[in-house]
């Protein structure tokens, strides 16, 4: 988390230090060339923390992936799952049962390399990876969790 706290401080915290000159939305007036570097280094950064954070987030990861589509089909956007198809399963305990997350690895294509993201690789339309949840959503989880 340090490190997208860090990715997050290269861009975001030059505008609190009155730096805001660096930034890519303020470098692109004046220096095409360093806002691309700035934000092909985030978009890297990015793509690497999907890689390290997919045994947390697969889900999120998975997304990103696409998002990134890192492993184009003909040019024309993502082709396959980042660790293989997802499947949440139910087991069955003999005092419980409950849901775990598993993989078919057969149509995986990454790996625990760094992938490759081409400078000037075109980006599918951005949208939010998280939603905010309601204050009364954060509440109930509470009281499941403790009940």
């Known amino acids: 988390m340090a490190l997208a706290r860090e990715a997050n401080g290269y861009t975001f915290a030059l505008l609190s230090a009155g730096l805001d000159r ?3 939305w303020c470098q692109i ?7 691309t570097t700035s934000v092909y280094v985030i978009l890297r950064v990015v793509d690497n923390l999907k890689t390290l954070l997919a045994p ?6 998975q997304r990103l992936h696409e998002y990134l589509a890192t492993h184009p089909r003909k040019g024309v956007g993502y082709d396959g799952q980042l660790f293989g198809t997802q499947h949440v399963v139910e087991f069955q305990e003999e005092t ?3 849901q775990a997350l598993t993989y078919d690895h057969s149509s995986a294509v990454g790996t625990w390399t760094k ?5 000037g690789q075109a980006l599918r339309e951005p ?3 998280f939603k905010k949840l309601d204050e009364s959503v954060i509440e109930e989880e509470y ?3 403790e009940g």
């Not at 947390?56 to 990861?61: N, W």
């Not at 992938?115 to 400078?119: D, I, N």
């Open 22 to 24: 660096k930034a890519p």
């Open 29 to 35: 007036k004046e220096d095409p060339q360093a806002a």
């Open 56 to 61: 947390i987030l697969p889900h999120t990861a």
């Open 96 to 98: 419980r049962s409950h």
């Open 115 to 119: 992938s490759e993201l081409p400078p």
């Open 127 to 129: 949208a939010p990876l």
């Open 143 to 145: 009281a499941r969790l």
